[in-house]
Structures are given as C-alpha cells and as structure tokens.
C-alpha cells in the first residue's frame, strides 16, 4: 500500500520532471524535506499505536480501541499541522540552508516554492498513514487500499492537468502541489473511512481543547508571518530555531 500511495506518484514526477532541467533534482530535495515532519511526527505514533490496536480488535474491546486510536490522532494533527505553517513560513529559509550543487546554481525560487507546497500536503500524508495503519490493525485491507490508490490517482493524474493549467509555472513547482493536493485528499477521505471501533467519541477533543489549539495555532502562524516578513534573509537561520 505504501508502493502504491507514495512511490507511485513520486515516480510519475520523477518522469513527468524530467522534461524540464533540474526539475527532478528540485522536486527531489524538496520531498526530502516534506518527509522530515512525517517521520517525526506520524510514523512513530502509527507505529507505536498498530499492536494496541491489533490487541483490542481482538478483544472486541471499541471503547479502548477508540480511546487509542484518538490518542493517536490529536497529538499527531496538532504536530503536523505546525509542521506545516513552518515549512508554509521558512521554505525559503529552508531552501537556502539545504541547498547545494544544481540547485543552488538555478536558484532557489523553485526549490523553496516546491518545500512550501508540500508542506500543505504533510497534514494530510500523516493522518492518511496513521488512518490507514488503524485500517490494517482490524483488517480492512480493502478499504485502506481503496483509499491509497484514490490519493495515488489524485496526485498523478492532477500533475498533466496542472502541467496544461500553468504551463509557464516551473515544473517542479506543479509536481509539488499535485501530489500535496493527492495527500490531502488521502487524508480526509481516510479520517473519513477510519475503522467503525475508533469512531466512538469526540476525534477532535472538547470545544475548549480545540479553541485552545486553534488559538496557539493562529498565534504561531501569525508569528511565522511576521518572522518571514519582517527578518532580513540572513537572520532567518535564528528565525527557524525561534519556530
């Protein structure tokens, strides 16, 4: 499944790429950067939450199921939706620490253009793999493969048409958005489909927790706004270690 959810778009922009010089070699390194937050803050808790789950599938047991699994889910959306706004705000930044050979040659509009736009599909590239790990812990293959391929299809067939869209837009640029929009799909459509015994409860938490998260979130956006507005581009190193 995660052949089919992540390699397979990622091969097709290295193909599609590749008719445009250092498109590839962009689009690459900025999808290095994407995958920084997901393993951080994605895989270790799908990891960490697939046996528990497994466990109480076993037992009938939907209340502890349900309490795992959103254990699992909040944590890791507030994470990776912070994630987000910082690779939204420093790509630039980003791009000009990170940069080396081809890419720092062409510039580095490209590169931290691509980071930005996949830092919009790294909500959505989490919670589709922590959904889809809860979808094989009860053995609903099916359902998860159903939603892998819908991401896989969104991400691949949207970079032609972004191609033919924004014909004067770097390629790299199109391919970065096309398989963020792909992620992004995976992810609400996986929230959506998650497993019957994890639906039990409240996913999002109570009223108060989510304006208290939603506040910080707002306040950390506004502060990378202003930190990448208002800090000269040299400075913007101690604006990361500030974020």
């Excluded at 008719?19 to 290095?32: D, I, L, M, P, T």
């Excluded at 507030?78 to 990170?98: D, P, Q």
């Excluded at 096309?178 to 959506?192: E, Q």
């Amino acid at each position: 499944l995660q052949i089919v959810g992540t390699l397979a778009p990622t091969i097709a922009a290295l193909v599609v790429g590749a008719r445009e010089e250092g498109a590839v070699a962009v689009f690459s390194y900025a999808y290095a950067v994407f995958l920084l937050p997901f393993s951080l803050f994605a895989a270790p808790v799908a990891t960490a939450m697939l046996p528990r789950l497994a466990l109480f599938n076993e037992r009938r047991d939907t209340e502890s199921a349900a309490s795992v699994f959103r254990g699992a889910y909040r944590p890791a959306l507030v994470a990776l939706t912070f994630a987000a706004i910082s690779l939204l705000a420093v790509g630039e930044s980003l791009a000009r620490i990170l940069s080396f050979g081809l890419i720092a040659e062409n510039g580095l509009s490209d590169y931290s253009t691509s980071i930005q736009w996949l830092g919009v599909g790294v909500v959505g590239y989490g919670i589709w793999f922590i959904c889809v790990r809860s979808m094989m812990a009860f053995g609903e293959v099916r359902k998860s493969a159903l939603v892998t391929v819908l991401g896989a299809v969104t991400g691949i067939t949207s970079m032609p048409i972004g191609l033919l869209l924004f014909p004067d837009t770097a390629v790299a640029v199109v391919l970065a958005a096309s398989i963020s929009i792909g992620f992004s799909l995976c992810g609400v459509v996986a929230t959506v489909l998650r497993p019957v015994a994890t639906r039990s409860g409240n996913l999002f938490g109570s009223g108060s927790s989510i304006l208290a998260i939603g506040t910080g979130l707002f306040a950390y956006l506004a502060m990378s706004i202003g930190l990448q507005n208002f800090i000269a581009p040299s400075n913007r190193l101690e604006a990361i270690a500030v974020l």
